[in-house]
């Protein structure tokens, strides 16, 4: 299952936090329903892994948090057993947007940290992939606790990995990052005058 299957609008933009939106709550209301409807059909592990995955993220998206941790955790727990590692880090770093969302910033940093440190460190490109995404959640968590300076450094981060792996659709979204952050630091700059 992939996201062009589900009949319904699961369009995002952000806010003024940098979290995602839901462009029409209602259609991605039942967008999440039809998901739960896949899942519940699904026998296959690996499979049944992705749709976990595609229902965290947008559990978290329509904020229910508790469903979006459980049923990633899930998901995490299927790929290691089948020794999917890149796709249990995948998983994994939801995960930790899903924490930071929950206002568990310790936890979620930890998991993106933990991913920046061994993926800077990494030759393997099937992880690799995922260190743009590392970047910029850090730098989201960061943003949300208004630490702009080390957010700006890791959406900076972010771009620029991007920009190389010639991603350029997501490019529109982390200058949108770094606009709101240089706003934000300028805001900060001006009170502090």
Not at 7 to 20: C, G, K, Q, Y
Not at 141 to 168: C, M, P, R, T, W
Request: aromatic share 8%; proline share 2%; hydrophobic share 35%.
């Amino acid at each position: 299952m992939n996201l062009a299957e589900i009949p319904f609008d699961m369009s995002v933009t952000l806010d003024n936090v940098l979290r995602e939106r839901a462009n029409d709550r209602g259609s991605m209301s039942q967008g999440v329903g039809y998901i739960k409807e896949q899942l519940d059909k699904e026998t296959e592990p690996l499979k049944k892994a992705h749709i976990l995955s595609l229902l965290g993220i947008y559990s978290r998206i329509m904020m229910e948090l508790v469903e979006s941790e459980e049923v990633l955790e899930e998901a995490i727990s299927i790929y290691k057993e089948n020794n999917k590692k890149s796709h249990g880090l995948g998983a994994k770093l939801r995960l930790g947007v899903t924490y930071t969302w929950k206002k568990e910033f310790g936890k979620g940093d930890n998991i993106f940290l933990t991913a920046i440190g061994k993926l800077k460190n990494t030759e393997e490109p099937a992880l690799l992939k995922h260190l743009d995404f590392a970047y910029l959640h850090y730098g989201k968590s960061q943003f949300e606790q208004e630490h702009y300076e080390i957010a700006l450094d890791n959406f900076v981060q972010s771009y620029e990995l991007k920009i190389q792996k010639g991603d350029l659709q997501a490019l529109e979204t982390l200058q949108q990052c770094i606009d709101f952050t240089k706003a934000k630091m300028a805001e900060a700059n001006e009170e502090t005058a």
